[in-house]
């Protein structure tokens, strides 16, 4: 199984891009998908995540801003991103836990321009 990450890019202050991950091959099980990031010079952190019950989960700095969500039937998880900030630049990576494996995605660059 293969992750996927697209819609990365450049953006201004105050725009938005939609993130997808896409997973390729047959998983069972999946639990949560989520998306993390890692900032030059910072460690990868959180940024949200969604359960296998719709149940999300947010880092502080993105509430109100970004939205997850996730179709089950294509294993493709969506990161929703609005009113970015310069410290939003990052590459983006997505994961996907299940009932044995956690998977990781190969990253996709977000630039904010201020």
């Known amino acids: 199984v293969q992750l996927q990450a697209f819609g990365g890019g450049l953006v201004q202050a105050g725009g938005f891009l939609r993130l997808s991950c896409a997973a390729s091959g047959s998983m069972f099980r999946v639990n949560v998908m989520g998306w993390y990031r890692q900032a030059p010079g910072k460690q990868r952190e959180l940024v949200a995540t969604i359960a296998s019950t719709g149940t999300t989960n947010y880092a502080d700095s993105v509430k109100g801003r970004f939205t997850i969500s996730r179709d089950n039937a294509k294993n493709t998880v969506y990161l929703q991103m609005t009113s970015l900030k310069p410290e939003d630049t990052a590459v983006y990576y997505c994961?996907?836990?299940?009932?044995?494996?956690?998977?990781w995605g190969q990253g996709t660059q977000v630039t904010v321009s201020s």
């Open positions: 994961r996907t836990t299940t009932a044995t494996h956690d998977y």
